[in-house]
């Protein structure tokens, strides 16, 4: 049974989401490019940035389990794999289940490959088989912060895998790629609604992952997520020449040519900026690094999970807000959403002055890493480049209009933690 979400547009094209796999509404099943990927080698067809999959269970009295959800939106690019060959997606299911289990697609997907899996006593759940470049040290990663944040007491869910036969959260196939099982989280996508709550599961979240202990080998691993201000590091392809070679000279970008100029410029303006903002010693502390309203489930006002911590990283932890924001400057009235979000936030998280100060430029460097990963994913044959030209339009769009607001976003943020610092005292 799914629930429709309805889009800011009144669409109702299903769409599901779940755990580190962004499965957008408007990103529809694509076997013509899949058959296209199966052309390269092993390590391609299941072979990372933007990726997330929520499921979401109907009105069932489900456990707090992890999860998944469902949305509605319109038809946009079709991006990433939506299917798998049957032995290995068979493969992946016997690490995990011993009956017999039925899978059936869902629909679209950024980044890894996503089903649903339905058991034959009728439990249903989430089989995610990983797209990132076979970087198992990322999904190892991943499943130790969930770990961690599930022994903490927090007023919403996280992710919670099912563990396989041998009691582990992943297992790795023979195709070099990890896979997993994830229960649902009920609920849907928050999208714009309930802004203030969405800003303070977001708050909480951040406080809670600073209290997440990093193992040694957390911190030096090459296979992790890039922080946001190595920017050309978004994609593990990318370097900054490749980036501006290909932005600059592949011709697939013509259809969108004004737009990814403007992105360049401004993404050659912000580096000399990043330099200036590592010398502030900003506060830096693991982040979940993709939460936005499209990784947040919600039951009437309340939200009742977040998902997708793929792509979580030891970073500023401003980018936390910025992030989140990111997703609200492209809404016809961004300002309204950013102030109900900001104090939510403000109630569990922390900010000082110097972080008020560079988050117009970071919800930017946000939308500049996009455009870094999903060149990257191009290069890498992992994806088409019709990922990043058919959005480079709205990347630009929200640039604009972050940099025509810098201080009404630094204002509104900093009378939120004053209003904030006043309740508390």
């Not at 099912?162 to 649902?184: D, P, T, V």
Request: glycine residues 6%; hydrophobic residues 35%; neutral net charge.
């Amino acid at each position: 049974v799914q629930e429709p979400l309805h889009s800011k547009n009144g669409s109702h094209s299903p769409r599901f989401v779940g755990e580190s796999l962004r499965l957008h509404p408007e990103l529809g099943y694509t076997p013509h490019f899949f058959a296209k990927m199966l052309m390269h080698k092993v390590s391609h067809r299941l072979g990372s940035r933007p990726s997330h999959c929520a499921a979401r269970s109907p009105a069932m009295q489900a456990p707090r389990r992890s999860g998944f959800a469902v949305s509605r939106s319109v038809p946009a690019p079709k991006t990433g794999q939506h299917t798998v060959e049957d032995d290995l997606r068979q493969e992946a299911l016997s690490l995990f289940f011993t009956e017999d289990v039925t899978c059936q697609p869902t629909t679209g997907g950024v980044n890894n490959v996503c089903q649903y899996a339905t058991t034959k006593s009728g439990e249903r759940y989430i089989l995610r088989i990983y797209n990132n470049g076979n970087k198992s040290e990322k999904v190892k990663f991943e499943h130790a912060i969930l770990q961690q944040l599930a022994e903490q007491k927090l007023s919403f869910e996280v992710p919670k895998p099912y563990l396989s036969l041998k009691g582990n959260s992943h297992e790795r196939l023979s195709s070099g790629a990890e896979s997993c099982i994830f229960h649902i989280i009920p609920g849907t996508l928050a999208k714009t609604t309930s802004p203030e709550e969405v800003g303070r599961a977001t708050g909480e979240l951040c406080t809670a992952l600073a209290k997440v202990k990093l193992e040694p080998w957390m911190k030096t691993s090459t296979e992790l997520t890039a922080p946001y201000f190595n920017l050309f590091k978004a994609h593990h392809a990318s370097n900054r020449e490749l980036f501006y070679d290909e932005v600059a000279n592949n011709p697939a970008f013509n259809v969108c040519r004004e737009a990814i100029d403007y992105l360049t410029e401004e993404i050659r303006k912000i580096e000399p900026k990043l330099l200036q903002f590592k010398q502030m010693g900003l506060p830096e502390q693991l982040i979940h690094g993709d939460l936005h309203y499209d990784n947040v489930m919600v039951v009437g006002d309340q939200v009742s999970g977040l998902l997708d911590f793929e792509f979580a990283v030891y970073d500023w932890r401003a980018m936390e807000l910025a992030v989140a924001l990111s997703k609200y400057v492209g809404e016809d009235q961004p300002l309204p959403l950013i102030e109900r979000f900001v104090t939510g936030y403000v109630q569990k998280g922390e900010l000082t002055d110097d972080e008020i100060s560079v988050i117009p430029d970071m919800i930017n460097v946000r939308i500049f890493s996009n455009v870094v990963y999903f060149t990257g994913r191009a290069f890498a044959k992992e994806d088409s480049i019709d990922s990043l030209t058919s959005r480079a339009g709205t990347y630009a769009k929200r640039v604009r209009w972050v940099n025509a607001n810098r201080d009404a976003i630094c204002n509104t943020i900093r009378q939120k933690v004053k209003e904030s610092t006043f309740v508390a005292a």
